[in-house]
């Protein structure tokens, strides 16, 4: 079982817990060493991404889906 968790925050980023690497397109490194959690923008607007920089909070950015339940058979 994986050791990350990958979070949807209401109207906001994905918060990325656990042990990882985060690559560019390239497949070059990003320096995330000793941050406990990653917050990946998903809004777009972040000056800084992949990383998210609080500017969805300005946008009026909204992402407050939740998880479906399985469908029934
Ligand atoms: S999700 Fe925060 S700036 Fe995009």
Sequence with gaps: MS?????CRENGPL????TFTLVDHLGNPH???GKPNVALCRC???KNRPFCDGTHKTTGFQAAESA???PTA
Excluded: F, K, Y
């Design 3 to 7: 050791d990350v968790q990958i979070r």
């Design 15 to 18: 918060l990325v817990t656990g």
């Design 31 to 33: 320096d995330i060493s």
């Design 44 to 46: 777009g607007a972040s």
């Design 68 to 70: 479906l339940p399985p």
